[in-house]
Protein backbone atom coordinates (compact mmCIF):
# COMPACT_ATOMS: atom_id res chain seq x y z
CA UNK A 1 0.00 0.00 0.00
CA UNK A 2 1.88 3.16 -0.90
CA UNK A 3 0.95 6.74 1.41
CA UNK A 4 1.94 10.10 0.61
CA UNK A 5 2.46 12.16 3.39
CA UNK A 6 2.56 16.07 2.44
CA UNK A 7 4.10 18.52 5.06
CA UNK A 8 5.14 22.37 4.93
CA UNK A 9 2.35 24.32 3.94
CA UNK A 10 1.48 27.53 5.51
CA UNK A 11 0.24 30.81 5.68
CA UNK A 12 3.37 33.09 4.04
CA UNK A 13 3.77 37.32 2.90
CA UNK A 14 3.60 37.65 -0.96
CA UNK A 15 7.28 37.34 -1.98
CA UNK A 16 8.14 34.60 0.79
CA UNK A 17 9.98 31.33 0.64
CA UNK A 18 8.03 28.04 1.80
CA UNK A 19 9.66 24.37 0.71
CA UNK A 20 7.03 21.24 0.71
CA UNK A 21 8.14 17.79 1.71
CA UNK A 22 6.47 14.72 0.67
CA UNK A 23 7.62 11.21 2.06
CA UNK A 24 6.20 8.30 -0.04
CA UNK A 25 5.61 5.28 1.87
CA UNK A 26 5.42 1.35 0.26
CA UNK A 27 6.06 -0.10 -2.66
CA UNK A 28 6.01 1.34 -6.08
CA UNK A 29 7.83 -1.28 -8.58
CA UNK A 30 10.96 0.40 -10.26
CA UNK A 31 10.88 4.14 -11.15
CA UNK A 32 8.37 6.22 -11.24
CA UNK A 33 6.97 9.38 -11.71
CA UNK A 34 6.09 11.98 -8.62
CA UNK A 35 4.11 15.29 -9.11
CA UNK A 36 3.84 18.42 -7.64
CA UNK A 37 -0.02 19.68 -8.08
CA UNK A 38 -2.21 22.35 -6.90
CA UNK A 39 -5.86 23.09 -6.69
CA UNK A 40 -6.93 26.62 -5.70
CA UNK A 41 -11.04 27.30 -4.58
CA UNK A 42 -13.12 26.82 -7.32
CA UNK A 43 -10.69 25.93 -9.98
CA UNK A 44 -9.74 22.86 -11.12
CA UNK A 45 -6.32 20.48 -10.12
CA UNK A 46 -3.08 21.75 -12.20
CA UNK A 47 0.04 20.43 -12.89
CA UNK A 48 2.91 22.53 -10.72
CA UNK A 49 6.22 19.73 -11.27
CA UNK A 50 6.69 16.94 -12.33
CA UNK A 51 9.81 14.57 -12.16
CA UNK A 52 10.90 11.01 -13.19
CA UNK A 53 12.53 9.03 -10.48
CA UNK A 54 14.90 7.61 -13.27
CA UNK A 55 16.27 10.18 -14.38
CA UNK A 56 15.50 13.18 -16.87
CA UNK A 57 14.53 16.67 -16.62
CA UNK A 58 11.42 18.03 -14.61
CA UNK A 59 9.06 19.98 -16.21
CA UNK A 60 7.39 23.31 -14.50
CA UNK A 61 4.17 25.00 -15.30
CA UNK A 62 5.20 28.37 -16.85
CA UNK A 63 3.33 30.19 -13.89
CA UNK A 64 5.99 28.91 -11.58
CA UNK A 65 9.34 28.51 -13.86
CA UNK A 66 12.19 30.02 -12.02
CA UNK A 67 9.92 30.14 -8.44
CA UNK A 68 9.89 26.50 -7.92
CA UNK A 69 12.10 24.03 -7.74
CA UNK A 70 11.25 20.40 -7.41
CA UNK A 71 13.82 18.05 -6.01
CA UNK A 72 13.83 14.33 -4.66
CA UNK A 73 15.86 12.43 -1.95
CA UNK A 74 15.36 8.72 -3.26
CA UNK A 75 17.50 7.37 -0.47
CA UNK A 76 14.19 9.24 2.07
CA UNK A 77 11.54 8.47 -0.55
CA UNK A 78 10.87 12.02 -0.16
CA UNK A 79 10.23 14.68 -2.62
CA UNK A 80 10.64 18.53 -1.99
CA UNK A 81 8.59 21.39 -3.95
CA UNK A 82 11.09 24.78 -3.11
CA UNK A 83 8.84 27.85 -3.59
CA UNK A 84 10.35 31.21 -3.80
CA UNK A 85 8.82 34.80 -4.72
CA UNK A 86 5.33 33.41 -3.71
CA UNK A 87 2.45 35.71 -5.06
CA UNK A 88 -1.43 35.17 -3.88
CA UNK A 89 -2.03 33.37 -6.91
CA UNK A 90 -0.21 30.31 -5.78
CA UNK A 91 -2.74 29.92 -2.88
CA UNK A 92 -3.96 26.73 -3.14
CA UNK A 93 -4.10 23.21 -1.72
CA UNK A 94 -0.96 21.34 -3.05
CA UNK A 95 -0.43 17.77 -3.66
CA UNK A 96 1.98 15.43 -4.21
CA UNK A 97 1.49 12.35 -6.13
CA UNK A 98 3.19 9.40 -7.40
CA UNK A 99 2.17 6.70 -10.90
CA UNK A 100 4.41 3.85 -11.75
CA UNK A 101 5.52 2.84 -15.24
CA UNK A 102 8.34 3.73 -18.00
CA UNK A 103 7.08 7.24 -19.31
CA UNK A 104 9.67 7.71 -22.56
CA UNK A 105 8.03 10.76 -23.25
CA UNK A 106 8.60 12.37 -19.86
CA UNK A 107 5.95 12.61 -16.76
CA UNK A 108 2.52 13.60 -17.32
CA UNK A 109 0.83 16.67 -16.44
CA UNK A 110 -2.36 15.69 -16.28
CA UNK A 111 -3.50 15.12 -12.69
CA UNK A 112 -5.82 11.82 -13.91
CA UNK A 113 -2.66 9.52 -15.18
CA UNK A 114 -1.73 9.81 -11.34
CA UNK A 115 -2.81 6.93 -8.85
CA UNK A 116 -1.03 7.68 -5.52
CA UNK A 117 -2.21 10.50 -3.57
CA UNK A 118 -1.36 12.38 -0.70
CA UNK A 119 -3.67 14.39 1.52
CA UNK A 120 -2.73 17.69 0.74
CA UNK A 121 -1.21 20.63 2.19
CA UNK A 122 -2.13 24.20 2.17
CA UNK A 123 -0.53 27.24 1.26
CA UNK A 124 -1.49 30.29 1.37
CA UNK A 125 -0.20 33.62 0.31
CA UNK A 126 -1.22 36.90 1.13
Known amino acids: HVQLVESGGASVQSGGSLKLSCKVS????????MGWFRQAPGKEREGVAT????????AYADSVKGRFTFSQDNAKNTAYLQMNSLKSVDTAMYYC????????????????????WGQGTQVTVS
Open 97 to 116: AAVGGTWSEGCPVAPHYYDH
Open 26 to 33: GYISGSYC
Open 51 to 58: SYTGGGTT
